[in-house]
């Protein structure tokens, strides 16, 4: 028989699981938009990440008070420039020198800056062949403060890969193989990871017909996706292994991936959207990632961002408006933190 106190001890650590599996110094974030018109303060919001034990934050331009907000919080910031910045950072050490002098340097003493992250989104397109250059000259500028820690990155959709499946087949589109073959090479010597954003839920809701529920979510116990010696259980480890083989034909191997975003919205898209679906996929993405790598980089623990924390009025559609963890009034749209 198990005595009375142990019974208390093992009883007190199961409650107790889920927040040390948040707090314990592994790598999760949640993504921090301001697209909303009744969005609480950003003091009000860094103190409920701080209640909420999430040490890591991306915001998605220099923000004056978030970034106030920002100080002294010890939460690690991952920030970067509007996308429509990157060109004249390519072309001018100045105009690059002038961003970090303005949106770096000043907060630099009481913020954890980890990632910057030069351009969301943008490769392919039109500003894509700019992002090289443009990391280039932001590094340079970092490193003329005297920013040591921060790292220069870019984040990918899923849309730049041309090929995905299987994911051993994952590659770059040949019309950004020269621009991805430049960024990789930044990264390999800063040993930095390149940032993707990984939705299974847009690729389960636009052909549920060949993509399960289970597949999506984490909950097929058996392996779905049979690629050589890889066995595939969920469509997030697929989508992100696409990405490390595209990095293999580029001869980039050595870099590592991290989720920039990733999430499932509660409404707008019935049935696929909704609270059940939505808890379901992020509880079971956040003990997936805490505890293991991807078949094709199993030793290796991802640092993960969610999307997001507040369901935000102006974005484009429904769906789009309701990825969010936390209403704007702050509370929670499920249990999670």
């Known amino acids: 028989m198990v005595p009375k106190f142990a019974q ?171 621009t991805m073959t430049g960024i990789a090479a930044i990264l390999a010597q800063e040993d930095t990871p390149l940032l993707i954003n990984v939705y299974p839920y847009f690729a389960y809701s636009s052909d549920p017909s060949h993509i399960s529920a289970q597949y999506a979510m984490f909950t097929s116990t058996a392996p779905v996706v049979i690629d050589g010696s890889f066995q595939y259980f969920n469509l997030f480890d697929a989508m992100v292994d696409a990405f490390n083989a595209a990095l293999e034909k580029i001869n980039f191997g050595n870099v590592k991936v991290a989720v920039a975003e990733t999430g499932w919205p509660t409404v707008g898209n019935e049935p696929y959207t909704s609270v059940a679906n939505a808890q379901t996929y992020n509880r079971n993405l956040l003990n997936h990632v805490t505890q293991n790598g991807t078949p094709r980089r199993p030793d290796y623990i991802m640092p993960t961002f969610f999307f997001e924390m507040f369901n935000e009025d102006l974005k484009g559609n429904v769906v789009e408006q309701n990825f969010g963890f936390f209403y704007p009034s702050m509370q929670p749209v499920y249990p999670f933190w």
């Open 8 to 178: 208390l001890f093992v009883s007190t650590l199961l409650l107790l699981t889920p927040l040390l599996s948040i707090a314990d110094g592994r790598d999760i974030g949640v993504c921090y938009g301001l697209n909303g018109d009744n969005l609480p303060s950003p003091n009000e919001v860094i103190n409920l990440y701080k209640r909420c034990q999430i040490d890591n934050i991306r915001i998605y331009q220099p923000y004056p008070e978030v970034l106030e907000a920002l100080r002294g919080s010890g939460i690690s910031v991952t920030i970067g420039p509007r996308n429509e910045d990157i060109a004249s950072f390519a072309t001018s050490q100045d105009a690059a020198n002038d961003w970090v002098n303005t949106n770096i340097v000043p907060y630099a003493d009481d913020i954890v800056f980890r990632w910057i992250t030069i351009g969301n989104e943008v490769i392919p397109g039109p500003l894509g062949s700019n992002v090289p250059a443009a990391m280039n000259n932001i590094r340079n500028a970092l490193d003329s403060a005297g920013i040591t820690l921060a790292k220069v990155t870019t984040v990918l959709p899923g849309t730049a890969l041309a090929t995905s499946y299987p994911p051993s087949a994952g590659a770059f589109g040949s019309d950004i193989t020269e």
